[in-house]
């Protein structure tokens, strides 16, 4: 059977890549040797990280007063080493808090110092954005969400804004082209657009480094890592090699510009086939609607349940709601084909006009 | 060509679990989907997890008074994350200082408590264990490491005392049997004898957590980790799935028993070889050679060149000695063929003979 994946994260990946990845398994690069089993600090793996690094640069338009890291951890980690990093014990740095991510990175932020909340939705359950930011000026940082996973809402500008700005973009990475300088901070969990779990990116911009006094865990230590040139440890080698080879099949699919395209083109699909249907009704502002996560409800519980079983006969694997909020969600990821969308759209139409 | 790898780690994993993570890239347990393209929170994914636990549990044949955690950031974080969770800051916890990881364990255990080193080798550069340990009474733990990868020591029996016994086990897990009930955590980086690079392995006993006083970001909290079963955030799950096949791999071989028999054929094969050739010297005091890592020089930096460059010609990698102690290192973790290790003793016998 064709599977549909709809995955939220981890993903869906380009054929290619799952293909070229399987053969480094078997002999990486014909060295005889498989990906799993070389070492990290050998030509082999330091042309993999280096290419990966490189891609990052070229794609996001960054100069040398950027460092590129592939760290362990998740993001979930980096909701901790940015404030251990960047926040004096007695400073403040704006959040925003607009879902589930955003408030679990506060939460970490409020262990290391004070944390203005710059703007929240959680007024309407976290289905819009708010944008309209109260930072206060000596804020060590502004930290936002591009991309809010679970709630199916995503920022469509860059905040505007005098401090540093600290951006979490895990699910929405490399779908578009974007202002990358206007950045001190990127960080990104690879599972979505940009590989497999188990490796972070964190992109960092090093002018805000070295101006806390807290004394911080080397290993927690970005200066460190960019000291021993991003191999302060044994990296996650292979994870680090499946993002470099999603890397390059973005830049061999024409970059930014044409993913942002075609991440248009889905989200056309699947809004214009929602709004069109009264049975499934999306739950979030139009203005805010992402272009990654579509979240959707069905009346009752009963006819979601039926349209999920029938969305598991098609193949159809990631369709179900996270578990906080509940409901349906697509997930239409870069490497997800428009005939995915297009099946999805028509199982909808179907069902509906069997409930008219 | 055939080649030997005697990679330090990450290293050499077994033919049968390369062909079948290779597999679960195509296709996973037949679900039509990649193993890098499902999500975490399915049944397939803990399935996956479930099994690794129980391969762990059993291998060590802990009871439920044990948790089998998986954890991002290498075994470099829970040098870190150790004393985190288990240091108050005025207390003391006891380490030995046997080689270049247990130092770095120390370096960052002193950020958080004090640390009294228990006993030291760093007068003879580490080629021996200093077994006689001065343990304060008082300590919240001893930490020492079972095996030194780089300077080739391995303790051959567990340190006796009345504080909780912490092991770093990243290069000699699951070489042998072992009472491991005796330990009150265990950690070990996946990539030498459990699988590849990306995941970490630490086995708590539950009743050392809860009795510091720190406030411990969720993210590194070990009884955040045991409350939301081993899945706090998004695990590294490809690495979970090649370490869960390696400890399959392992239980189907013969479990520790075996794996510890074939590893003394290995280091017998190698150490009477090093033993038996003039040119060739074993670096580190004879009682406490390691099973896993044979650390040893030649009589110049040419012939040392000279040999590396036939081992190169023959296959054979990861010979160089790590880059802090220099001379040369054949690792021999469990997936190594004895035929390898043959292999390099003909190597060794042909250069001797040519140099005689």
Known sequence: MKMHNFNSGPSILPQEVLAEAANAIHNFNNTGLSILEIGHRTSYFEAVLHEAQQHVKSLMGLGNDYEVLYLHGGATTQFMQVPMNLLDANATA??????????????????????????SSADKNHTYINKQLNIPANSAYLHYTTNNTVEGTQWHHIPDTEVPVIADMSSDIFCRPMDFNRFSLIYAGAQKNMGAAGVTLTVIKKDILGKISRAIPPIMD??????ADALLNTPPVFAVYVSMLTLRWIVNNGGLVAMEQKAKERADLLYNALDAQPLFTPTVAREDRSLMNAVFVLPTPELEKEFLDLCKQQGMVGVKGHRSVGGLRVSMYNALPLSSVQAFCDLMTDFSNKHA
């Open 94 to 119: 704006a959040y925003c808090d607009n879902g589930i991510w955003g408030n679990k990175a506060i939460k970490e932020a409020k262990l290391f110092g004070n944390v203005a909340v710059a703007a």
């Open 222 to 227: 970005y200066r460190k890592h960019i000291e």
